[in-house]
């Protein structure tokens, strides 16, 4: 009918502005190198779902090409050359209310044909930082690259290798595996974060002062210099410490890493293969690679808000910044039943904390994270 054309015509109108802001945002968000994007994580996770509804809705409206179908992130820049990943990269599911984790659960348990109390998961706090993966080949870090469209990344490797606490060389008992993908967050720990913004405010300082001196003199050839932006975040921090040109800027930023997950696997002949991600977590410790230590298995529902809530208590004392709580299907043959969707696992769900207001310490103003 003309009141459905109409009416479809419209919602089609709002779906474009809709896309089209998320991309504008993922763009500022993951290609921010000193800058950093004008939207807040609650208003694109607002614009977010806002598209995911109409298009559960109307199906029919859905592009292919999608945010909601999409990883965000650039595939190749000017900066740096472009590697594909051996296996791909994905997103995670963001949810936002204790029942929607529940149900997200039930439908884990319905599609697995288990009791809720029987099903083994991991509990994991998210990390905020920039998602990498790691590449070993017989032992030998040879690549790192950043997540971007999840096929093809960015190729980041000379900055990586700056990293104290990513290993060159993993350390294993019997024969190193052949290849192995490590995938993982890059982050800027809390305490450097503050320092870093704590030089650039210095350097300012310093800067300010040249300035003035110079406006008393009578106009000369020389141009004030301009002050440093602060970063807004710890991840922003990262993001922009990661894709440095020169990795000796990348080499005084006391960037960190934290390994949660696998990509493409090869071990050594004979080297049985972990068959839960609690083991995969034993595996990356014993060589080398570090895990995060919150990490706890959990069953049933009382469990999992029992560690949402642990860390809603104490998400500022930890030693990365956390943007929520992570659960994940634990055995690696359920993973493999649950399978993917072309963005994210079926077999995780993340819950995202509600956004709050937060005072910075160095700044002292108000922003909305
Ligand atoms: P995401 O950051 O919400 O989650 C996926 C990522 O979480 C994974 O790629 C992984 O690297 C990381 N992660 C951290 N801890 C993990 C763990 N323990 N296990 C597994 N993975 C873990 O998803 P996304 O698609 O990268 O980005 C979407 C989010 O980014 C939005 O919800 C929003 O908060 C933010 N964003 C903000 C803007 C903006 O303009 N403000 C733009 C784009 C995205």
Redesign the pocket.
Known sequence: TLHRRLRHAALRADMVVLRSQ?E???H???DAVDT??????????RW?RALEDLEARYPDLVLAQSPTRT???EAATEAFSPVTHRER????Q?VFSLEEVEEWAQRMTADLGVEDAQLTM?A?????????TLTYEHGVLTRAAT?GDGVTGEDVTANVRTIATVPQRLTTTGAPPRVVEV???IYLPVEAFTEVNRRRMEENTAREARNAALQAQPQGSRRKEALLPLFANPRNAAAGSLRQKDPAVTAERPLAF?A??VGAIELAEGAPLPDSQHEWYSLLTEWGLPV?PY?ALVHGRTEREDYIARYADHRHDLLHE???I?F?VDSRSQQARLGHTS??PRW?S?Y?YPPEEVRTRLLDIDVQV
């Open positions: 998320i504008r945002a993922r500022a968000y993951y950093q994007s004008p939207v807040s994580d609650a208003q694109y996770d977010y990883v965000g992130g990269m994905y997103s995670l963001d991991t994991e706090v998210k990390i905020d930082g920039v998602a990498v997540r995938r993982g967050e934290i949660h997950g995060s990490n956390i943007d929520g992570v994940k963005r994210v995780a993340a995202k």
